[in-house]
Every structure is written in structure tokens, then in C-alpha cells.
């Protein structure tokens, strides 16, 4: 059985690392993309066969990474889509949290809340919040 808790809160500390994870994607493609390539000079037997493979592949890897880019938006979008349709105090009370790993002390005063202990509350419902309309109906607390 999934332990929607735990899921939610892995899907949100994934959430600023996922960012980060599409920086140093972009950067591959930015710095580590072939300026042109080279062609094979046919008129010599086998002599530009491996330009030709070294080619290939780094078209290949520039492919998987344009890929892992667009899969890695998608999950973003994904939960950001989520957090947008949460109440704006417990999206903000997760983005701090778990995105920005803001410390307690931080996030209680950036809420306007007098207790850390409190803060544990206000952290723990909106989590069920956001498992709920992450995952459905499976991650409603059982009574």
C-alpha cells in the first residue's frame, strides 16, 4: 500500500531539484551540442566512417537529453498545476517548505504564525491537501 504522505512529500522536495535538473539539461544543450558535422569524405575507403558514427551518436545523446528536458517540464508543470489549485496559504506553506527548504523559523514568519508547532500542523493539512489532488482518492486519510 503507497503511503501517500511520503509520496506527496518526495514529489514536492523533487519539485526544486527537478528545476535545477532542467538548468543543467539546458546547459548540455547550450555548450555541449556539436557546432557543425563533420561529413564523410567518400572518395577514401573507410576514412570518415568514424566521424560519421561520432556524429550519430552525439545526435542520438542530443536527443535523449531534448527528451529528459520536455519529460522533466512536464513533471514540473505537473505539480506546479497542483499547487496553483490549492488554497494560496498551504501552496505557500509547501513551496517554502519543500521547494525553497526554507528553515522552520523562516516559514513561520514568513506566514505570519506565532509557533513552529503550529507550523507542523498547518504543513501536515495542507500535505493531505496536496496528496489528495496529486493522487485522487487513494490518499484520503482513512478514518
Do not use: H
Not at 560519421?52 to 545523446?61: G, I, M, P, R, T
Not at 513551496?95 to 523562516?106: G, V
Amino acid at each position: 500500500m503507497i503511503n501517500y504522505f511520503e509520496a506527496a512529500e518526495k514529489t514536492l522536495r523533487a519539485r526544486g531539484l527537478l528545476e535545477t535538473a532542467l538548468g543543467n539539461l539546458e546547459r548540455i544543450l547550450r555548450y555541449g551540442a556539436p557546432s557543425e558535422y563533420p561529413s564523410a569524405d567518400m572518395s577514401k575507403p573507410y576514412t570518415g566512417a568514424k566521424s560519421v558514427n561520432d556524429a550519430l551518436a552525439d545526435c542520438l545523446e542530443l536527443a535523449e537529453v531534448m527528451r529528459e528536458i520536455q519529460v522533466t517540464r512536464d513533471k514540473v508543470e505537473e505539480i506546479d498545476d497542483v499547487l496553483a489549485q490549492m488554497d494560496e496559504d498551504d501552496a505557500r506553506i509547501l513551496r517554502l517548505w519543500y521547494i525553497e527548504r526554507k528553515s522552520k523559523d523562516e516559514i513561520t514568519e514568513a506566514v505570519c504564525y506565532s509557533s513552529t508547532s503550529s507550523l507542523y500542523d498547518l504543513r501536515n493539512k495542507a500535505l493531505v491537501r496536496f496528496a489528495l489532488l496529486y493522487f485522487g482518492a487513494g490518499a484520503m486519510p482513512s478514518m
